[in-house]
């Protein structure tokens, strides 16, 4: 075997180089080093939501990615994220990034949880209230500032507050849960006197129909009056926009009217029209329903027919004569089983009973 000699200073050299070799790879390591790891703290624990992904510290300059989930989406909303003071916004699937700075970061998350107020404070959701609105209905309509007609859909919201409401407070709001279904700027709102004088004791809720979009979102509506401090009340309900063009079904249901006429009135050009005073463009029910003889029974003095109704709508009800003079009769005010009748409106309060409302022999005077 052939032997191989180092000499003395061929051995220094190799030491040398393993020596350059060792202290370039620790200088590779330092590199590595991102110095301090700064802490991440996420919010207390949640029933409304859950957070992953995110870790408990980061480097200076390092990306942070984190999602947050809603437990329960269909009934709560994300209103906010933040990393200190820095609103993140959200990405695919509800992640959201930061970079981390030189300094500890406290992330927050603002979600609420929603259920259903419909009365609180002498504040009252009508019950005739549509809660589903197709995307661009003229349900409704008003004109804005600028003088153009706006096609809207109306909610009204009922107020027991006295008769000393004459103004609301600036501190009335009305919040839309998911911004992308109904924007705050879709909604608007004027007080609603229902000939009361200078007093109001109701508010018109409209929706801008062509700001909206299909889907659900909540609606959280704050009213106060500027007479008293006292006199404020909370609405939270859930409404869902339906695609342009869509008709909402409605759930219906018939009851039996009854009126009973004075001696004298010819039944043979008789008519009875109902006019759902609830009505909207995008419903699946009828807006007007006629009575002509043959469409209800008489017997002796007493007239019977069955009508279609959306509970809790309000009808307003007529009776004339169908030979082209155009006269109509009085209706009574003292008859009411199963329903409220105050001034020619019908609102059904439960099914199953028959209404009674009396005919007068005479005409009505506008």
């Not at 008709?247 to 006019?275: A, C, M, S």
């Not at 009508?307 to 009085?330: K, P, R």
Request: hydrophobic fraction near 35%; glycine fraction near 10%.
């Amino acid at each position: 075997m052939k032997k191989i000699f180092i000499s003395a200073a061929a051995a220094v050299s190799l030491f040398a180089l393993s020596l350059g070799i060792a202290a370039c790879g620790g200088a590779d390591d330092s590199s590595d080093d991102k110095g301090t790891l700064y802490s991440i703290q996420a919010p207390a624990g949640s029933d409304i939501y859950t957070i992953t992904g995110l870790p408990g510290g980061a480097y200076e300059g390092d990306t942070v990615t984190f999602t947050v989930t809603l437990t329960d989406p269909e009934n709560s909303a994300l209103l906010g994220v933040s990393a200190d003071d820095d609103e993140l916004t959200a990405g695919a699937n509800g992640s959201y990034t930061f970079t981390m700075p030189a300094d500890a970061v406290t992330i927050s998350v603002d979600a609420r949880a929603f259920s259903e107020v419909l009365s609180d404070g002498g504040v009252t959701f009508d019950g005739g209230n549509v809660t589903t609105i197709a995307k661009g209905a003229d349900d409704d309509w008003y004109w804005d500032d600028d003088n153009n007609m706006v096609y809207c859909h109306t909610f009204d919201i009922g107020l027991d507050w006295g008769n000393y409401t004459t103004s609301l407070s600036r501190n009335c709001e009305i919040i839309s849960s998911d911004q992308s279904v109904i924007p705050d700027e879709a909604i608007s709102y004027v007080p609603a006197n229902y000939g009361n004088g200078n007093m109001f004791h109701g508010i018109e809720v409209r929706i801008d129909t062509n700001k909206i979009n299909p889907g659900s979102t909540w609606l959280e509506m704050y009213f106060q009056s500027d007479n008293s401090s006292s006199d404020n009340g909370k609405i939270c309900v859930k409404i869902t926009v339906s695609a342009q063009g869509s008709v909402v079904e409605t759930e219906k249901w018939t009851e039996t009217v009854v009126f009973t006429l004075n001696p004298g009135i010819d039944t043979e050009t008789l008519y009875f029209h109902f006019r759902d005073n609830d009505y909207a463009a995008s419903l699946d029910s009828e807006q007007d329903q006629y009575f002509y003889a043959g469409d209800y029974t008489v017997e002796d003095n007493t007239v019977t027919l069955t009508i279609e109704y959306v509970q809790g709508h309000e009808y307003s009800i007529s009776v004339g004569f169908n030979d082209g003079t155009g006269n109509s009769l009085v209706l009574g005010e003292n008859v009411v089983n199963g329903g409220a009748y105050q001034e020619d409106i019908l609102t059904f309060e439960r099914t199953g009973v028959t209404i009674e409302i009396t005919v007068f022999n005479e005409l009505w005077q506008p």
